[in-house]
């Protein structure tokens, strides 16, 4: 395969709404630290469906056009360049973070790479194709347990786990999750994982993926279609605030609607990203000494736990993904995620 001339792939090949799916040639033989993965497994994103709408806060992407996207992807080497001490065969999953600039291949995040920060699918090419060359040190080997499309769970799984080390997410916490999107399961899945005696989660009028939380383990979900967000959860907590909020809609009034709902000193971590600008009660806040904390993305040590969890219990994780496509399908895949027909689409090249 490594050899075809061509392959298909769903690029972003200008500003404004939509993918295309295009032929467009194999990458060539690795070079110097680099391995090529051969892409089995790889998820629409919130963040690819932004993009694919070209929602408002993707303009960075324009320099960087054309693009092959998607950054949720696992595979397996079938080749490996000088000095890329990766044996051919290895199953990984790849993070997405790569520095260019001054031609050091170095661990993501190493403060010894200098250079231009890129984001594999969004600002480089991507996962939406059957093969890629990436560094080597972007590859995390994949133990027997979790299969490809687990893989390709590792990237949302880890941005939803540092979110939670972020929050200081503890044992015997109650935790409310803003967003039932993959992000917030895996927020869910993670503050769970943390210690989290009760975890909550919000929605507005989302029945597909409440079912899937469901299918994870979450009674406790809330939809403001029915009621005010506080006097829901409040009605749930017996009156106690919760100890951690954490958000992932994308929404900034969920933010200001979750505050009344949180502990004194109670932290609250905004995961989402948003087009619009938050209104925040600041004399309430200051006087419950509220925390307002950010997390964006995920460091290579949360990849290396989160895989450990998924190695733990494999199957505990796989009702996440509700939908699976070849990539010839990846359109109507698209579709899907947007319309939220679908939780999680998983495409195979």
Request: proline share 10%; hydrophobic share 45%.
């Given at each position: 395969m490594l050899g075809a001339p061509t392959m298909l792939a769903l690029r972003k090949t200008q500003p404004g709404f939509g993918l295309e799916a295009?032929?467009?040639?194999?990458?060539?033989?690795?070079?110097?630290?680099?391995?090529?993965?051969?892409?089995?497994?790889?998820?629409i994103c919130g963040s690819d469906v932004h993009a694919y709408e070209w929602t408002d806060g993707y303009q960075h992407m324009i320099p960087y056009l054309p693009v092959t996207m998607g950054h949720e992807f696992a595979g397996r080497v079938i080749a490996a360049g000088e000095g890329a001490a990766v044996p051919t065969g290895t199953r990984v999953s790849v993070y997405p973070r790569v520095t260019?600039?001054?031609?050091?291949?170095?661990?993501?995040?190493?403060?010894?790479?200098?250079?231009?920060?890129?984001?594999?699918?969004?600002?480089?090419?991507?996962?939406?194709?059957?093969?890629?060359?990436?560094?080597?040190?972007?590859?995390?080997?994949?133990?027997?347990?979790?299969?490809?499309?687990l893989g390709a769970l590792v990237e949302p799984l880890a941005v939803a786990g540092e979110a939670v080390l972020v929050g200081g997410v503890g044992l015997g916490d109650t935790a409310l999750v803003l967003g039932p999107g993959t992000i917030g399961q895996?927020?869910?899945?993670?503050?769970?994982?943390?210690?989290?005696?009760?975890?909550?989660?919000?929605?507005?009028?989302?029945?597909?993926?409440?079912?899937?939380?469901?299918?994870?383990?979450?009674?406790?979900?809330?939809?403001?279609?029915?009621?005010p967000l506080g006097d829901q959860v409040l009605a749930l907590t017996g009156g106690r605030p919760v100890d951690v909020v954490l958000e992932a809609t994308g929404?900034?009034?969920?933010?200001?609607?979750?505050?009344?709902?949180?502990?004194?000193?109670?932290?609250?971590?905004?995961?989402?990203?948003?087009?619009?600008?938050?209104?925040?009660?600041?004399?309430?806040?200051?006087?419950n000494r509220h925390q307002l904390r950010a997390s964006h993305g995920s460091e290579p040590g949360t990849w290396e736990r989160v895989i450990a969890l998924l190695a733990r219990d494999p199957e505990a994780y796989r009702p996440m993904i509700t939908h699976r496509l070849p990539l010839s399908r990846g359109l109507e895949g698209f579709e899907l995620a947007r319309q939220r027909a679908a939780s999680k689409v998983i495409l195979t090249p």
């Open positions: 295009l032929e467009v040639p194999s990458p060539a033989a690795p070079g110097p630290g680099q391995v090529t993965v051969q892409v089995e497994a790889v998820g260019r600039g001054d031609g050091s291949i170095a661990w993501p995040g190493d403060p010894r790479a200098r250079g231009d920060r890129l984001t594999i699918g969004l600002t480089t090419d991507g996962g939406f194709a059957s093969l890629l060359n990436v560094p080597a040190g972007n590859v995390l080997p994949l133990p027997g347990a979790v299969d490809a499309e895996g927020l869910a899945l993670m503050a769970r994982a943390a210690g989290a005696a009760r975890v909550i989660v919000a929605g507005r009028g989302d029945e597909p993926r409440y079912a899937v939380l469901r299918q994870l383990g979450f009674a406790d979900i809330v939809d403001v279609a029915d009621g929404h900034p009034p969920s933010i200001t609607d979750a505050l009344p709902v949180l502990k004194r000193e109670g932290v609250l971590v905004v995961a989402g990203i948003h087009a619009a600008p938050l209104s925040l009660p600041l004399t309430v806040f200051v006087r």
